[in-house]
Structure formats: C-alpha cells, structure tokens
C-alpha cells in the first residue's frame, strides 16, 4: 500500500522543491543538492531539492503547478534508488525523473516503497 504525500512545496525565490509523507524525521542526510529525511526505521520519509529546475530540468514556471507527484524508492543492500514521477497543470504533461542516489541505511533485504500524491 502506497504511504500518502502530505507535503508539496516548491520555493520559486530560492528554487527549492520539498515533498514529505509526514512522518517524523530522525536523520537528514545531505547528498549533493539532494537532502533526504529519514524515519526513526530508516526509511525515507522525504526529499529536498536545491537548485530543483536545473536539477530536475524543469522550467520553474512548471514546478509551481504539480498537480500530481509519486515518488518510488527502492531499498537495496548498499544503496538506494528513487524515481520521481510528476504530471504537471501545464499540457498534462508527465515526466520521470530518476534520482540514483547510493548510500546505505542499513537495510538486510530489499524492498520498495511509493509515497504518493494526487
């Protein structure tokens, strides 16, 4: 069962995106422009992104009106893989937007994740 997106943010002036599933964070951990908040059971919970629309390759214009967002995170032994799928107001135009990140958060067995938002 897919966890619930319960924020969407996009500061335009600084060019910062930010989704969260709510959840209370235990760690953030900086990778590059990417910051990933992590959940007391070392899940991910949320994502920040600085520099988003030359990070993403979207035009800031579009990154304020998401209308719908999911994110997939793959856990695997030594690192994890996340997928950021967004259909925009704009032209009903979707995107995937893959972000490989590697870093391990000590999970023993695969598994995977959605957080969504519509």
Do not use: W
């Not at 709510?22 to 900086?30: F, N, P």
């Not at 919970?45 to 719908?68: F, P, R, T, W």
């Amino acid at each position: 069962m897919a966890k619930q997106i319960t924020t969407i943010d996009y500061d335009s002036d600084n060019d910062i995106f930010f989704i969260s599933n709510g959840e209370k964070v235990k760690a953030s951990l900086d990778i590059g422009d990417f910051v990933l908040d992590v959940n007391h059971k070392n899940f991910i919970c949320g994502i920040e992104i600085m520099s988003a629309s030359e990070n993403l390759g979207i035009d800031k214009d579009v990154l304020k009106n998401i209308q719908n967002i999911k994110m997939s995170i793959t856990y695997k032994t030594n690192h994890v893989y996340v997928l950021l799928l967004m259909i925009f107001k704009k032209k009903g135009k979707e995107v995937n937007i893959p972000i490989p990140l590697t870093l391990n958060l000590g999970h023993k067995v695969p598994r995977k994740e959605m957080l969504m938002y519509n």
